[in-house]
């Protein structure tokens, strides 16, 4: 069974090869569950963009659903695009968090320095879990990253009162509080916002933010004026989720530890080519029931229909690759037989 509760668990970004790790940790009996890769070793060193190649065909390394019926395209403005746009060969630097400056992470979340568990990654990659109380901290060394979050969400979102906040609002508070855990946010840019509803059976979606108890914001990197995904179109390089007391209760947040060359130029599909492909090639890559789904719980399959409400030209990185190629993502609303779902699909964006 599906839950879909990809806010009250941390997901991790898939990489080379993916590591589950469930630490049970002993101060406050709570667990952490993570999705943990790295890179393996011996892999490929990327190219540059004199060298020859051809550009790999888009794929996705998490779960992925089909359309089985129909699009509807009501909803759905009309968008102009560029005629074509660069794919780049990423390199990843070689940049680690050793144990004192994971220490010295932990101490800006107001954490006592020493690590409540030590796990070894695949590769060279360590994790540095500390807790405290009701909450959790990880820091990974290689990839870098930090995972902050409430033991239990739900209790941190639902059982609190106070205003939600707007999404203006919302990510100038976001961008505060990461500089006040002196963490950099030059290079980010704004990706999305979420309004979620949780409760005790399933987190929700919803449009209307009086209904939510919790604003999901995301943020990424950008290239030539393009929003980057990375690895895992579900999860960019910042998520911070904040609840009605305007606490954040959850942050994902990774390094920007890469460097993009320019490889070919391509050209794209435009509008009505790509909305003419979206039935028969795009991907359903994130599915989650809203509040007026009549089941919460649900086994996830090919969604009988989508109407797509905004579209965007977005980066990628393909798996088990370092290139990053254009993609088309599509978010809205969408039907599993009789079940309201709010849906992303992607979409590769450059023509055969």
Do not use: C
Request: net charge negative.
């Amino acid at each position: 069974m599906v839950t879909l509760n990809d806010l009250s668990e941390f997901w991790q970004r898939n990489r080379k090869r993916i590591l589950l790790v469930v630490l049970l940790l002993a101060a406050g009996g709570g667990a952490i569950l993570f999705w943990q890769s790295s890179k393996e070793s011996g892999g490929t060193e990327p190219t540059n963009g004199e060298e020859g190649g051809e550009i790999p065909a888009f794929s996705f390394a998490g779960d992925t659903w089909k359309i089985s019926e129909q699009v509807n395209l009501g909803e759905l403005a009309e968008t102009g695009f560029p005629k074509e746009t660069a794919v780049y060969k990423v390199e990843e630097q070689r940049v680690v968090f050793s144990e004192q400056q994971a220490q010295d992470v932990a101490a800006r979340f107001n954490f006592e320095p020493e690590a409540t568990n030590r796990v070894s990654l695949p590769g060279e990659g360590r994790m540095f879990v500390f807790a405290k109380d009701d909450v959790n901290l990880a820091v990974f060394s290689y990839p870098r990253e930090i995972r902050y979050s409430f033991k239990d969400i739900t209790a941190k979102t639902s059982k609190v009162v106070g205003k939600i906040y707007g999404q203006d609002a919302a990510i100038q508070k976001a961008k505060e509080y990461l500089e006040g855990k002196y963490l950099a946010t030059a290079d980010l840019v704004f990706f999305g916002a979420r309004y979620l509803i949780y409760d005790v059976e399933a987190v929700t979606q919803t449009q209307n933010s009086s209904n939510a108890n919790a604003l999901e914001l995301s943020f990424a990197q950008a290239v030539n004026g393009q929003k980057i995904l990375g690895k895992t179109v579900s999860e960019p390089l910042v998520k911070i989720v904040f609840n009605r007391a305007g606490e954040v209760v959850s942050l994902s947040y990774k390094e920007t530890d890469q460097t993009f060359t320019q490889f070919r130029i391509v050209p794209l599909l435009n509008f009505a080519e790509a909305t003419g492909k979206l039935k028969e090639e795009g991907l359903v890559i994130s599915i989650l029931p809203t509040e007026d789904a009549k089941e919460r719980f649900f086994e996830t399959a090919d969604l009988t229909s989508f109407t797509p409400q905004t579209v965007s030209l977005v980066y990628y990185q393909v798996p088990e690759t370092d290139f990053l190629i254009p993609i088309y993502l599509f978010d809205g609303k969408g039907m599993l037989d009789t079940i309201e779902v709010y849906a992303s699909v992607a979409l590769p964006a450059g023509k055969p």
